[in-house]
């Protein structure tokens, strides 16, 4: 990312210079709704994310500068001084959840910029959280851990920004390491890399250009079928607390007890998690053949199953399977985003073309395109 539009906005705006900052947005090859259920997950940072310019102040106030949104906010530290900019609603969080944990407050002034697409389930947000959580950490020496700083920008999102999501986007803002995806357990925190290099493929996204908005949307309902669920489950099997410790046997046991909608979510969740082990397991030995058919049956479950997925989002998924893509499914937390699509080399334009020319005569806008690159996760820049 250029940095030089954030230092000139900087200098404008607060006449010195401060220390520059950049967290990534993620994507996942594999295990979508499975961090909440206490699951694994297979994300990796991406090339796109946040770059923040940022300086204590001598003042207890936050002042912040959007540059994408030329929009400008000051805030105290106080839990009744949240902004009303909902932007700002993700740095505030973060401040604040820093305080709850026993930082000290202190003002600072900020400029940030992304070039992560908005809304396309790249989660922009947890790289905003990301950037502001790792600089602040290292510019006032609070000390946090790594995964301390993600679960501050977990925490963000759900007390001030009304998402009860798992803890993937975060880890992986975090913890990405360039070529590698992260192998997470999201029940223990326990993680390890593993490496991503598809020879003769390429990973691309195909944004389906449709609103992605997790606030106040089913998401939350998902997360809560999947807890009556486990709940029922928990009565048979004192050991099983979340999803990711059930199987398909358990969950059978109370089809009777729990509604016809829970089952299905459920049901999802349980398979995914058990694609998951066996995408890594394909991974290790590159046998990309299973990778790609675990990640269509991962598109089927959310569209059929968990019912996360849009016209838009299938027509894409139809699309790649007609170009012979290898593996292709819905990315993220659903309604509107991406596909990420696993594409040989050989069948590279011809999807693209294809993908951009159907999408267009049947929606009447063209989708975009992201070619993707496993990059490093959050870090200060020296420059
Ligand atoms: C969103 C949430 C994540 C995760 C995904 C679905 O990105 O923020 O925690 O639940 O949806 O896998």
Not at 122 to 139: I, V
Not at 248 to 267: F, G, T
Request: net charge negative; with cysteine.
């Amino acid at each position: 990312m250029d940095t030089t539009i954030v230092r000139n906005s900087f200098r404008e705006k607060f006449g010195t210079s401060g220390v520059l900052y950049f967290s990534p947005g993620r994507i996942n090859l594999i295990g979508e709704h499975t961090d909440y259920n206490g699951g694994y997950v297979l994300p990796g940072a991406i090339d796109k994310g946040i770059l923040t310019e940022i300086t204590p102040n001598t003042s207890d106030r936050v002042r912040v500068y959007s540059l994408d949104l030329n929009d400008y906010v000051e805030f105290g530290l106080d839990e009744k001084d949240k902004p009303s900019a909902s932007w700002a609603h993700y740095i505030f969080g973060v401040c604040r959840e820093m305080i709850k944990r026993g930082a000290r407050p202190h003002g600072f002034d900020a400029v940030f910029s992304g070039n992560v697409p908005l809304g396309a389930g790249l989660s922009s947000s947890a790289a905003l959280e990301s950037t502001f959580a790792f600089a602040l950490n290292d510019l006032f020496d609070y000390d946090f851990d790594k995964k301390e700083l993600v679960l501050i920008g977990q925490k963000t999102e759900h007390n001030y920004c009304g998402v009860n999501c798992g803890i993937m986007d975060q880890f992986a803002s975090i913890f990405g390491k360039e070529g590698n995806l992260v192998r997470l357990d999201c029940s223990t925190m326990e993680y390890e890399y593993i490496p991503f290099n598809p020879l003769g493929y390429k990973l691309v996204l195909v944004d389906s250009v449709t609103k992605h908005e997790l606030v106040d949307s089913p998401y939350n309902k998902r997360r809560q079928s999947c807890e009556r669920a486990a709940a029922a489950i928990t009565v048979n099997h004192p050991h099983v607390k979340l999803l990711g410790n059930a199987d398909l046997e358990m969950l059978k046991e109370v089809k009777k007890l729990i509604s016809e909608e829970d089952y299905m979510r459920a049901q999802y969740a349980i398979q995914e998690n058990t694609r998951l082990i066996n995408t890594c397991e394909a991974l290790k030995q590159g046998d990309y053949q299973t990778v790609g058919r675990n990640l269509y049956a991962t598109h089927h479950g959310m569209s059929k199953l968990y019912e996360v997925s849009t016209i838009e989002l299938d027509f894409l998924n139809d699309t790649a399977k007609a170009c012979g893509v290898t593996g292709s499914r819905m990315m993220g937390g659903g309604f509107g985003g991406c596909t990420i699509n696993l594409v040989a080399e050989d069948k590279y334009d011809l999807f693209i073309d294809t993908a951009i020319n159907r999408f267009k005569d049947k929606f009447g806008k063209e989708p975009k395109i992201y070619p993707v690159k496993i990059s490093q996760g959050a870090r200060r820049l020296n420059e």
